[in-house]
C-alpha cells in the first residue's frame, strides 16, 4: 500500500493538470491528445499492486499468460468497436480496459488461490485512505491557475505544492509511509 502514497498523488495530479503538461511539453498542436492522456492515465492506480511477481512467486505463470491474454483481447475487441465509434480515444480506452480486465482476473484468480475473499486482498482501507488525502490534497492546486497565467510556472508551482505536501505527510509517517526516527 506504500506505493499508493506515490502513485495516487501523481495520478490525481497528472489527470488534473493534463492541458497544461501536454502544452508544456509538446505545445499547443498537441492539445487534442489530452483525452488520450487522460485515458492511458486510467491503469496508473493498478499499478498499486504487483500482481505478476506475487503469480510467479507462487508458481502460477499459467495463470500471468491468461492474464496476459485476457488484456490482449479485451483490448482488441474495444480497440475495434471503440475505434469506428468514438475515433481516436478509443483504443486508448479500450487498452485502459483491458488492463482492468486483466488485474479482475489476477484478483479472482489470487483470491480463489489463497481461499479468501477479495476484501482481505489488498489493504482497501489503507488505498482508500491514501486515495483520499491525495484527492484533498492535489485537487486544490487546480486553483492556481486562477494566480498564474504561465503554463509552465503553474505545473511547476502547483508539483511544488503537491510534492511537499506529500514528503511532509512522509516524514510525518502519515499513512505509514515512513517512520520517523526520534533523536
Excluded at 55 to 84: P, W
Amino acid at each position: 500500500h506504500r506505493s499508493a502514497w506515490l502513485i495516487f498523488p501523481l495520478w490525481i495530479w497528472t489527470m488534473l493538470w493534463a492541458p497544461e503538461l501536454i502544452r508544456v511539453l509538446f505545445t499547443n498542436t498537441y492539445g487534442e491528445a489530452v483525452p488520450v492522456f487522460r485515458a492511458y492515465l486510467l491503469m496508473l492506480p493498478l499499478r498499486v499492486a504487483v500482481f505478476g511477481a506475487f503469480l510467479v512467486a507462487i508458481g502460477e505463470v499459467r495463470a500471468m499468460i491468461i492474464g496476459a491474454a485476457i488484456d490482449v483481447g479485451v483490448n482488441l475487441c474495444a480497440s475495434v468497436v471503440l475505434a469506428s465509434s468514438i475515433g481516436i480515444l478509443g483504443p486508448a480506452l479500450a487498452t485502459a480496459l483491458g488492463t482492468y480486465a486483466q488485474v479482475g482476473y489476477y484478483l479472482v484468480f489470487i483470491r480463489r488461490s489463497l481461499r479468501v475473499r477479495v476484501t482481505e486482498l489488498l489493504p482497501w482501507r489503507e488505498l482508500a485512505k491514501a486515495l483520499g488525502i491525495a484527492l484533498v490534497v492535489t485537487m486544490p492546486t487546480g486553483a492556481i491557475r486562477i494566480w498564474i497565467a504561465s503554463d509552465a510556472i503553474s505545473v511547476c508551482v502547483s508539483a511544488i505544492v503537491v510534492g511537499t505536501v506529500f514528503a511532509t505527510l512522509a516524514y510525518y509517517g502519515v499513512g505509514g509511509l515512513l517512520v520517523r526516527r526520534n533523536a
